[in-house]
């Protein structure tokens, strides 16, 4: 266990328990939250349809490494986001997680690790993704290790204090950052060992709706988050207000995939991926029409974890079939 770990976290009475080998599995791999998994595995899939179709490139074994350090580097920011909101107390004082969307893994909350073995399983991971990334660097080329390093790093600073991105209203533009533009751009040089343009171009959409997922799952920890001083963007705009943001998130995305499409970026059979829009306005009343109400928030979220995994799906077989 760190030796910054507050004795407070002793009163919380947060102790680990000793289980079977195959339940201790079950508990590892719900702290690093599977379920959001596609926001990293579509965009990896982007990048490299982009490069089969662009570079007539692809590598299965570079492939199959490349996805394995993106999950590597998901699951540790997980992990680690976990622990420095168990720090903050922005996850210990809500009574009401909407878990699996919001509130964290609660893996700490329940006992079932402790902070220091949650604090030590985050680093693992972020450290085995960086070993990875060395390995696919050395392969393919320093670019990549620029883009892998700038992923493992915004993934500690999005909750480590002192920088805190996500405390500081500023998650939504790391979280573009690090499950649209990195991800696609890593991946197709992983294949190309190179950079393009049309890959830049086919991660924007993917990168404002990662950013709609976690401005909508701020939502429900709304009063917790304000209280432990943890001001995401939210928190920063209040509800009433930060529900009328919401939309430009989708916005954003659906004209990325018609400005993409105009300039050749993509094919025009991308402009299905703007079949979502009367969802996307659904998902915003509701989520206006929510007001404090946690459990009315729930089809502004399943909406939008939709639209990004048709979006993503849309366009990678938009790229390898258009």
Not at 1 to 30: D, N
Not at 252 to 260: H, K, P, Q, T, Y
Request: glycine fraction near 8%; hydrophobic fraction near 60%; aromatic fraction near 10%.
């Amino acid at each position: 266990m760190p030796s910054a770990l507050p004795l407070a976290f002793r009163a919380l009475g947060v102790q680990a328990v000793t289980a079977a080998p195959a339940g201790r599995i079950a508990v590892f791999l719900a702290a690093a939250r599977p379920q959001f998994f596609p926001a990293i595995v579509l965009p990896v899939l982007l990048g490299t349809a982009v490069a089969w179709r662009e570079a007539q490139a692809f590598h299965p074994v570079l492939f199959l490494l490349a996805m394995l350090a993106a999950l590597l580097c998901h699951a540790g920011a997980n992990v680690v986001n976990d622990y420095f909101d168990f720090a903050s107390g922005a996850d210990n004082l809500n009574p009401t997680p909407l878990t699996p969307y919001a509130g964290g893994s609660r893996t700490i909350q329940r006992g079932l690790l402790s902070p220091g073995q949650t604090y030590k399983y985050g680093l693992t991971l972020l450290s085995t993704a960086v070993l990875l990334g060395l390995v696919l660097a050395a392969r393919t080329g320093i670019p990549l290790l620029a883009i892998g390093l700038t992923g493992v790093a915004s993934a500690w600073l999005y909750s480590a204090p002192p920088i805190a991105i996500n405390y500081r209203g500023l998650g939504e533009a790391l979280i573009g950052l690090n499950f649209g533009v990195l991800p696609v751009l890593g991946a197709y040089y992983v294949q190309a060992q190179a950079l393009s343009f049309m890959a830049f171009a086919a991660s924007l959409p993917l990168a404002f709706l990662a950013s709609a997922i976690l401005y909508v799952n701020q939502f429900p920890d709304y009063e917790w988050d304000r209280a432990a001083g943890k001001r995401t963007l939210v928190v920063a705009l209040g509800r009433e207000r930060g529900a009328r943001i919401y939309p430009l998130f989708a916005a954003a995305a659906l004209l990325g995939v018609v400005a993409a499409v105009a300039s050749n970026a993509l094919p025009g059979t991308s402009l299905l991926a703007l079949a979502p829009a009367p969802p996307v306005w659904t998902a915003a009343r509701a989520l206006a029409a929510a007001g404090g109400d946690v459990a009315r928030m729930l089809p502004a979220i399943r909406i939008t974890i939709a639209v990004h995994a048709f979006v993503g799906i849309v366009l990678i077989f938009a790229v390898l079939l258009g």
